[in-house]
């Protein structure tokens, strides 16, 4: 796995170091390039070190934050992942349009943390809290099959082109396990080949095109 550079952005240093201090001794790929407050100059910031990933703990006590976060999120640079346990609806709803990014809730654990973060930097996407009961509810106007929090994480980076032995280590799975999820995917999709999981992927915006 190649090293990945992320920034960690939150507005008090508290929660800064312990997610800096946190990711980086929980998983070696994760390099840290800093952490910012939120601010007015935090893209700028963010622009000196180009992360890989910005990892933006949202606490949702100030109006600059969300500013802070609105601007994060209008630049394609790099993956976004929100840590926040509820958020505006516009803030879900741009999450869900632009690419690289998530919603990661507090009640989940570090190692799932990590692996969120290592989705979205990768070019996926994670959906946790509030915002997979969004998606869940779109799915459902749609009509299109119901897929599990970890069917889409293998479906997004098989898709992506990575091997079943690559998503396994990417997602701390065995192969076994992961065969089995592209199993059931294929059988929910209808579909009997990766060149159709990955052109499902990419027509439900779970993937695109760069």
């Known amino acids: 796995m190649p090293r990945i550079k992320l920034v960690v952005v939150a507005s008090d240093q508290l929660s800064r170091d312990s997610l800096r201090r946190s990711l980086g001794a929980f998983d070696a790929t994760f390099e840290c390039a800093g952490d910012f407050a939120c601010s007015h100059a935090v893209v700028r910031e963010c622009r000196a070190v180009s992360p890989d990933v910005v990892v933006f703990d949202l606490s949702g006590r100030t109006t600059l934050e969300l500013l802070a976060l609105h601007e994060l999120a209008s630049h394609s640079a790099w993956a976004l992942l929100v840590i926040a346990n509820r958020a505006p609806d516009h803030v879900l709803e741009e999450l869900v349009t632009r690419r690289r990014s998530g919603f990661f809730s507090r009640s989940n654990s570090l190692e799932a943390l990590a692996q969120a973060t290592t989705l979205v930097a990768l070019g996926g996407s994670f959906f946790d809290g509030p915002l997979h009961e969004l998606l869940v509810r779109r799915t459902m106007r749609t009509g299109e099959p119901l897929l599990s929090q970890r069917e889409r994480h293998v479906l997004q980076l098989v898709a992506e082109g990575y091997s079943t032995k690559e998503v396994a280590e990417i997602l701390h799975l065995s ?14 999709l209808g579909v009997h080949d ?9 027509r439900t915006g779970l993937v695109r095109v760069a």
């Open 175 to 188: 192969i076994k396990t992961v065969d089995n999820y592209r199993t059931s995917l294929m059988q929910k």
């Open 194 to 202: 990766v060149v159709r999981l990955t052109h499902y992927a990419i």
